[in-house]
């Protein structure tokens, strides 16, 4: 049969017809498939769902060049489809894992944070009562010379106080969470209320 038979014949929805014309092709565009897909499976799904589409489409199909081309083509047209949903699902799984990351990260931190916080009202519970007033009125931003008169003891009496309740918490949090950079001392220790 010419190819002019036989799209005539598929058209008039003669299964025979479209079977000749599966086993015409079939081969050759498996092979291109399996070449393009690296898997058996996904290249006999593919070629099931371009034949499917064929016969379905077979009264409204309009082939200008020869069936094999159009074949051929819409075998193209489902890999780059393929391949656009499987970079589409990865890219979609990458930013889940991303934010998964960042979510589990952030639990981690407000883990973490809770337990240094945690640390931190145990050793200044370990204070002298001095030393807790002083060093609880520093971290709520009022002056050495304004704590000075209010406990009614010297300026240099707070500093000391406040320099060694600021030791002894440094201490407290190197042994208990090594893995804080001492930077992260710093900023604990200048925004820690109590």
Known sequence: MTETELLAGVRDGRQEVFAQIFHMHWESLFREAYYRLKSHDEAQDMLQEIFTDFWQRRSSLTISSSIAAYLHGALKHHIIRHFSRSR??????????????SFEDSI??????????KTLEDAIALFPENMQQIFALRTQDFTIAEIAEALNISPQTVKNNNTQALKRLKQVLSERHPEISSSVYTLLLLFIKS
């Open 88 to 101: 589409l699902h990865q890219t979609v799984v990458d930013h889940l894992l991303l934010h998964m990351q």
């Open 108 to 117: 981690l931190d407000v883990i973490a944070a809770s337990e240094i916080q």
